[in-house]
């Protein structure tokens, strides 16, 4: 039967001679902008995969309705296009790549805090810098659970204070070792 056919007229007409009559009718494809002629049986098969100004949703779940002719260059704009973190290959979505940058990228290049000129490749190499190595870091004397009162000295300033208080801090330690329990009630 016609309707069995799947065509646009479908079901319309009792005599099959008829129906093919009208399918094989040159028609226009209704879109704005197309206005490619073909056999009205063609034209659910044109608009379902040939026509250039049908709309669709974006292939990259952004939600816009975009005709097939300009997809290409959406797809090159679209926020929600994937693409590669230049540092780490991580693939994020274009809006969410600044994000990504500061707080899940394991190797975006990040300033020292403190200034001292070093550029650290992420978060975990940065505090281990700043932990660890960077001069700038404030930092206590080693003899201040002892009580000497050198706190916040930059790192890079604290073995020339060690060497000068040398004698200072024999005397601290000399001190705890006459009168534990004093320091401890301090």
Request: overall charge positive; glycine content about 10%.
């Given at each position: 039967s016609a309707a069995g056919r799947g065509g646009l007229t479908a079901g319309v007409f009792n005599d099959l001679a008829t129906e093919r009559e009208v399918q094989q009718l040159?028609?226009?494809c209704p879109r704005t902008g197309c206005g490619a002629a073909m056999?009205?049986?063609?034209l659910r098969s044109h608009l379902a995969t040939a026509c250039q100004f049908v709309e669709e949703l974006c292939p990259e779940q952004c939600q816009s309705r975009i005709r097939r002719c300009d997809l290409a260059a959406h797809r090159a704009a679209c926020r929600e296009r994937q693409v590669a973190c230049v540092f780490c290959s991580a693939s994020v979505p274009y809006r969410q790549l600044n994000f990504h940058y500061l707080f899940g990228c394991s190797?975006?290049?990040?300033?020292?805090?403190?200034?001292c000129g070093r550029v650290l490749a992420g978060h975990q190499r940065l505090h281990e810098h700043v932990d660890r190595a960077c001069p700038l870091t404030l930092v206590l004397c080693p003899f201040a659970?002892?009580?000497?009162?050198?706190?916040?000295?930059?790192?890079?300033d604290l073995g020339r204070h060690v060497a000068e208080a040398h004698s200072y801090h024999l005397q601290l330690l000399w001190q705890q070792q006459q009168h534990p329990h004093q320091q401890q009630q301090q």
């Open positions: 040159t028609v226009r056999e009205l049986g063609g190797n975006f290049p990040m300033p020292c805090p403190h200034r659970s002892f009580g000497c009162p050198a706190a916040n000295r930059h790192r890079r």
